[in-house]
C-alpha cells in the first residue's frame, strides 16, 4: 500500500512537472519572441540611410548591431545586399514579412532560414516605398529551449523523488493508522465508529458483517440445540416406549410360559386368559396412541368450521357414566354456536383428553368446571393437582401425576402431549394451573 502510494505521488508529480515545464517552455518561448521582436524594432531606429544599398553597407550595418544579420531590398523585394549570404539571392517578395512592408510599412515573422540552416526572427521596414530594410537576429525554437532545460529538470526530478518518498512515508502513516486502528478494534468488538466520516461506511459495513455473522452464529447455535434437543427427545421417547411395553409384554410372556407348562387349575388358565387379553389390549392401545401423536407432524389436512358448543355437550354426555360413578360433578359452562376453525376429530381430542383426565385425576365426590366461549376453553377440576417440581413436566410425553393411574383408562401419559401439540399447529396457547392436593385449570386461548 505504501509503495503503491509512493508510486502514485510520484507519477502525479513528475507528469505535472513534465507539463508545467512544457507549458513555462512555451510561454518563455513566446516572451523571447516578443522581446526579440523589440530589439529588432529598437536596431532598425539605428538606421538612418548613410548606408549603401549593397552587401559592404549591409555588412557595416551589421557590425553596428552586433552582428545582426542585414538584408537591403528595393521595392519589388529584389536583394541588394546581405549581411551573411553573398551569392545572388533570390527574391524575397512571397516572405511574409517582405509583404507586410511592401503594404503596411512594417512586418515581422519568425522561421527557419533556408539559406543559413536555422531560427531567425526577421523584421522589415519600408522606407519612403524605395528601400526595404530587414534585420533578423538568431533565436531557439520551443522544442530546443525545452531540451535546454531537462538537465535542471532532471535535478528537479531528483528532488521531488526525495520529497515523494517522505511525503508517501508520512501520507501513509496518517491514511492507514485509523484505518488499521479501525480493523483492530473491528476484529476485537461487535459494533465500533470511527471519528473520520470518510472511514464511518466503513465501520458501518464492518458492524452489519459482524451482526450478520453474529446472528449466522445464533442461527447455528439455536440448529445445534434444537438438533441436541431432538436426539434427547428421540432416545427418551424410544425409552419410555420401551418402558411402556415391557409391561404387558412381560405379562403376556410370563402367562404363556405358564400356560405352555401345564398343570394350572381352569380358575388359573381363566385368570391367564384374561391378563393376556387384557394386556394386549393395553399393548394396542398404546400403539394406537403412538401412531396417533406421530401422526400429528405430518398432519396436513385443512381446517373448517366446527360447532365446538356442540361437539362438547356431546363428549360431557359420552363421559358422565364414568363421573357418577365416582360421584364427580361436570359443571357445563357452554356458551351456545361457539365456532371454530379446526376439525371435528382434533376438538375432540382436546376436550375428551382434558376432561377425562379432570375425572380421572379427581377426588371422590369432587366436581369438573367445563367453561367454553369465544375467547377459549377451560377445564377446571378439585382433583389431586400437580406438584411444583412436575409443573413443567405435564405436557411431556409418558408423564403421568400420580403413577398409580399408569395404564388404566389407556393412560400412558400421551393425552396432553397430543392436546399441546394440536394447539401449537393451530396457533393457539395452551397453559395450566395447579396447586397440589386442590385441583388444576387447564386454559386453552383460541
Known sequence: ????????????????????????????????????????????????????????????????????????????????????????????????????????????????????????????????????????????????????????????????????????????????????????????????????????????ILNERNRNIQRQMDEIQAEKELVEKARVSKDEFISNVTHEMNTPLTSIHGYAELLRAGGMTESQKDTAYKTILAQSERLTNLIACIINYSELDSDELPPYPVDFSALARETISALKPEADKRKIEIIEKIDDNV??????????????????????????????????????????????GIAEENMSKVFSRFFTVDKSHGGKNGGFGLGLAVVKKICQKSGWKISVESKLGEGSKFTVEF
Not at 38 to 61: H, P
Not at 351 to 374: D, H, M, P, Q
Open 1 to 204: 500500500m505504501k509503495l503503491r502510494i509512493w508510486l502514485l505521488s510520484l507519477g502525479i508529480t513528475f507528469a505535472c512537472l513534465f507539463v508545467f515545464s512544457f507549458a513555462a517552455t512555451q510561454v518563455y518561448y513566446k516572451s523571447s519572441i516578443d522581446d526579440s521582436k523589440e530589439y529588432l524594432r529598437v536596431y532598425m531606429n539605428a538606421y538612418d540611410g548613410s548606408f549603401s544599398l549593397d552587401e559592404q553597407g549591409a555588412k557595416a550595418f551589421s557590425e553596428k548591431l552586433n552582428g545582426a544579420r542585414v538584408t537591403f531590398m528595393n521595392a519589388q523585394g529584389n536583394v541588394l545586399g546581405d549581411s551573411m549570404a553573398s551569392d545572388d539571392l533570390e527574391n524575397h517578395s512571397d516572405r511574409s514579412e517582405i509583404k507586410d512592408a511592401i503594404f503596411n510599412g512594417e512586418g515581422f515573422a519568425m522561421r527557419g532560414s533556408s539559406t543559413l540552416g536555422k531560427n531567425m526572427v526577421y523584421y522589415c521596414k519600408n522606407f519612403d516605398g524605395n528601400v526595404l530594410v530587414r534585420i533578423a537576429i538568431f533565436t531557439d525554437t520551443d522544442w530546443s529551449l525545452f531540451a535546454k532545460s531537462l538537465p535542471i529538470l532532471l535535478y528537479f526530478f531528483i528532488l521531488v523523488l526525495v520529497l515523494c518518498a517522505v511525503i508517501a512515508f508520512v501520507s501513509t502513516h496518517f491514511i492507514l493508522t485509523p484505518v488499521k486502528k479501525l480493523a483492530a478494534e473491528a476484529a476485537a468488538n461487535p459494533d465500533v465508529t470511527s471519528k473520520y466520516a470518510e472511514l464511518q461506511p466503513i465501520a458501518d
Open 339 to 384: 365456532t371454530v376453525m379446526s376439525r371435528h376429530e382434533r376438538l375432540s381430542e382436546i376436550f375428551g383428553n382434558l376432561v377425562r383426565n379432570a375425572i380421572k385425576y379427581n377426588k371422590e365426590g369432587g366436581s369438573v368446571t367445563a367453561t367454553l366461549n369465544y375467547r377459549g376453553l377451560t377445564v377446571e377440576d378439585t382433583g389431586i
